[in-house]
């Protein structure tokens, strides 16, 4: 196996900046500025000549879910930072107020009012995890559920996914139940209360994209285990995490396995002062 898990403490160290150590510290942001880093109210998206100078499918991810579970939200990195380190991805905002997709460098934000907006560079995500998504298959099927696509994921793969990360890419028109939570009502408020108030949305034959990630369970506590999916219609006008999904047809299936992985521990007082189960 050739994963390699690199915890990055040390935020703001230029040393990081080796070919493997590669951190938000490393160094990326002054080469590959996301426009809202400098200009607040523009939205964020990276700069797409920088973004390809990046390795393709690593995953750098800010936080953890073991603390994101615990309800460390109220701070984090901003999202100028994130998209310097891929451009297709997940995660959330402030608070948990809100789901983000990341699709072809932009940062989106669903809200639980059904809305979807960009927020500008400078806006803080407490997780968020990206990748430069460079397909290394391209396949066509139909997905029936979401445990069908679990199901079959390693075969449009083509390969065997069964101890590793993996990225994805579906584009086609769906049947989804999505949500988005409103965020939390007070500071450290875990996950799980959070998410029992969310909003729900069905949709039908919706346009759009699937984005995300397959986690191995021994790296349950670094980020979801199993298949984790947001949403985003062509119109960029319906988002949210994934809780159930069909094609409607055949789809287009893209899928890189990745192999190195990239996690920025916090370091905010919320942070260091929290319980992980
Ligand atoms: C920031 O972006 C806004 C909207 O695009 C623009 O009106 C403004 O001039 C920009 N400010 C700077 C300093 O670039
Ligand atoms: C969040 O962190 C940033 C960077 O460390 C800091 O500038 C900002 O004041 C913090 N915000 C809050 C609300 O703690
Ligand atoms: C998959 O399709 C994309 C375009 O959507 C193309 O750039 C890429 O080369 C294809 N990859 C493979 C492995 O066929
Ligand atoms: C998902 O789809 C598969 C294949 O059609 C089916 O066997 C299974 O019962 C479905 N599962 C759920 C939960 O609907
Ligand atoms: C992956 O490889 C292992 C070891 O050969 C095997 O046990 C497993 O069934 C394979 N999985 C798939 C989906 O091919
Ligand atoms: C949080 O929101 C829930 C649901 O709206 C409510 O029942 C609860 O009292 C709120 N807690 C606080 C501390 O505001
Ligand atoms: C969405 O569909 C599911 C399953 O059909 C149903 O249980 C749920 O109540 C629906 N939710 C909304 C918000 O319509």
């Known amino acids: 196996m050739k994963l390699s898990l690199l915890v990055l403490t040390a935020l703001a160290s230029t040393a990081a900046a080796g070919p493997i150590a590669r951190g938000y510290g490393a160094g990326h942001e002054s080469t590959a500025p996301a426009h809202a880093g400098k200009n607040a109210t523009t939205p964020a998206h990276g700069s797409k000549n920088s973004a390809h100078k990046l390795p393709a499918n690593e995953i750098t991810q800010y936080s953890h879910i073991a603390a994101l579970s615990a309800g460390v939200a109220s701070n984090g990195t901003r999202i100028a930072r994130v998209l310097a380190h891929g451009d297709l991805g997940l ?34 995500t407490p997780f968020a995890a990206v990748t ?78 699937m984005v995300g990630f397959r986690t191995p369970k021994y790296a349950a506590e670094i980020n979801a285990a199993g298949d984790h999916l947001h949403f985003i219609s062509d119109d960029r006008s319906v988002a949210g995490h994934v809780l159930e999904f069909a094609s409607v047809g055949a789809v287009k299936i893209q899928v890189a ?21």
């Open 257 to 277: 396995k990745v192999l190195r992985y990239s996690v920025e521990v916090p370091t905010f007082d919320e942070y260091e002062e929290a319980t992980f189960a």
């Open 132 to 209: 430069r998504f460079v397909p290394e298959r391209n396949a066509t099927g139909t997905i029936a559920n979401f445990s069908d696509f679990t199901t079959h994921l390693e075969g449009w793969y083509g390969g065997n996914l069964t101890h590793h990360f993996a990225s994805y890419r579906l584009d086609g028109v769906w049947d989804l139940r999505i949500r988005a939570p409103g965020g939390q009502n007070h500071t450290l408020e875990p996950i799980a209360a959070v998410v029992a108030r969310q909003t729900e949305f069905n949709h039908t034959r919706i346009a759009g994209t």
């Open 91 to 124: 995660g959330t905002w402030p608070h948990i107020a809100g789901e983000m997709v990341v699709l072809d460098g932009v940062a989106y934000r669903a809200t639980a009012d059904g809305k979807v907006s960009t927020p500008p560079g400078n806006t803080q």
